[in-house]
């Protein structure tokens, strides 16, 4: 176990935007920039300018908002392409020029001489400039290792700051990784950092690797999103170094959970729920074993507290779950049956999760109050009273909503790509207004074929305290199941609230 620390240059908005089929405009990148800076990354690599004038502007933008890393742009090794970066008034700046023979002979049509070459002027160019220089040898872990020591004391006699070894197509192992990084370090004095890529999912493990054989410094993405399978993930290898190598970083475990979904939010980069760390599953529970177990000490199926990287546990009832699980799932809804109801509610969980169906917060609790008979408290409840919808090839599609809130009417009337859209929109409107529920995930699925399928959709709602609830509607109109499955969420997180509340009264 070694307590030093790592540091972290975050290429979310480089590498991680050149993620096939993401594009940024510059306001959502300095929104992105600041929610990286907060984080308290050390350096944030915030574009390549020359790719075009948004990028440029976004980087200068950026360079300009007085974050407190350190702002770096990318270049290649030509004069064209580090003006740019000059331009942008950034710290520093990351140039890059391939040192394997399959780029040198494929791609850039150079020897290895001109290569070593074109490294000192280009370093020499950005550091008369005034800028601190990170040079990366792109494709390093597959250049010949003789080569690659030259080049390195090109780079430190040239004056760079720092050397990167990028693993650009992912092919490098641990091993491979770590020898990589004490030929840097035997090569000359210089910061080295590693760069690695996901394409055998050993991204994380190749940094860390990388780390623990003296490199100073970590290239990471928020979600792991970048080219290809994308680059090391910031969240798992931040979290992999403090809690399994007990070293340290600059960066504030408890914010990774909302950045991540900020920066899924803003570049449409959907994160799997089994995702290490910030996946919807990674600290969710089913089996009536493992609920059982962490009911009586989380440390027996958890890694760590969720809280650690702020977030909240939960529990799902299903074919996989427990007496004890959907007990306390359903005391979290303050309701808490006699033995005899219980022993009927598991086994209409059960039946359910036997036909291939999720049991959702709404479903678990509309089979509670059944079995118990309707003893739950359901005045503050969320009631449909009217739905209208609009929809057309030559007009935009509306909806009405007329629901019960807290025992009053409350009307709202919103557009939206279709009618589904609409009305959850106006839903939306409403509940968020009134009480602070946003809609987290929407699911459909047809249950059958043809055009009067029953749509079965499912959906998870969230407040603003992280506590979610999910909800299901099964109807043939699509929009009435949408409308419905939103309504038993929303009723579920409420009496969830409700249930809190309750408690932190008696405490
Ligand atoms: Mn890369």
Request: hydrophobic residues 40%; charged residues 25%.
């Amino acid at each position: 176990m070694s307590s030093r620390t790592v540091r972290v240059l975050d290429t979310t908005l480089r590498d991680g935007e050149q993620t096939p089929g993401v594009a940024l405009n510059p306001k959502e990148k300095l929104q992105i920039a600041e929610a990286i800076d907060a984080l308290g990354v050390d350096v944030m690599e915030a574009g390549f300018p020359i790719t075009s004038k948004g990028e440029q502007e976004a980087v200068r933008m950026i360079a300009g908002a007085g974050l407190r890393a350190e702002v770096c742009a990318l270049a290649r090794a030509e004069k064209e392409d580090m003006d740019r970066v000059i331009a942008c008034n950034t710290k520093s700046i990351h140039v890059f020029l391939a040192s394997s023979d399959i780029h040198l002979q494929n791609k850039l049509h150079i020897t290895r001489q001109e290569m070593v070459r074109k490294t000192k002027e280009a370093i020499r160019y950005a550091r008369d400039a005034g800028l601190t220089v990170e040079f990366s040898p792109e494709d390093a872990t597959r250049t010949d290792p003789e080569f690659f020591r030259q080049v390195v004391e090109a780079v430190c006699e040239a004056g760079a700051a720092r050397l990167d070894i990028p693993d650009t197509v992912g092919t490098a192992t641990p091993e491979k990784m770590a020898m990589m990084v004490r030929l840097a370090k035997s090569a000359g004095d210089i910061t080295v950092s590693v760069h690695c890529h996901n394409d055998y999912g050993l991204a994380v493990a190749n940094s860390v690797a990388g780390v623990l054989a003296g490199a100073d410094q970590a290239h990471v993405t928020v979600n792991g999103i970048g080219e290809r399978a994308g680059n090391t993930s910031l969240e798992e290898f931040i979290v992999t170094c403090h809690k399994l190598y007990g070293m340290r970083t600059n960066v504030n475990l408890q914010m990774l959970y909302e950045t991540s979904r900020l920066v899924s939010r803003i570049t449409g980069v959907v994160i799997q729920p089994n995702k290490a760390i910030v996946g919807e599953n990674a600290f969710g529970h089913e089996s009536g074993i493992h609920t059982h177990g962490i009911l009586q000490n989380p440390a027996t199926y958890e890694p760590f507290e969720p809280s650690t990287v702020g977030r909240i546990r939960w529990m799902q009832a299903g074919k996989h779950a427990g007496r004890h699980g959907i007990t306390a799932q359903l005391r979290g809804m303050g309701l808490n049956p006699k033995e005899e109801h219980l022993r009927l509610i598991v086994d209409r969980v059960k039946e359910m999760g036997d036909q291939g169906v999720t049991v959702t917060d709404g479903d678990l609790y509309r089979i509670a109050s059944t079995v118990m008979g309707g003893k739950a408290d359901e005045s503050n409840m969320v009631r449909l009273e009217d739905l209208e919808v609009v929809t057309g090839l030559k007009r935009t599609p509306s909806a009405f909503v007329r629901l019960v809130v807290d025992g009053r009417i409350t009307d709202a009337s919103e557009a939206g790509a279709g009618p589904v859209d609409s009305a959850l929109n106006a839903i939306q409107r409403i509940l968020g207004e009134t009480k602070q529920i946003w809609l987290k995930e929407y699911r459909l699925e047809a249950l059958t074929g043809g055009s009067d399928a029953v749509a079965d959709v499912s959906v998870k709602v969230e407040d603003s305290s992280g506590t979610t609830a999910s909800g299901r509607g099964m109807k043939r109109d699509i929009v009435v199941a949408s409308v419905e499955a939103i309504i038993t969420g929303v009723n579920a997180l409420l009496v969830k609230r409700q249930a809190e509340a309750a408690q932190l009264k008696s405490a």
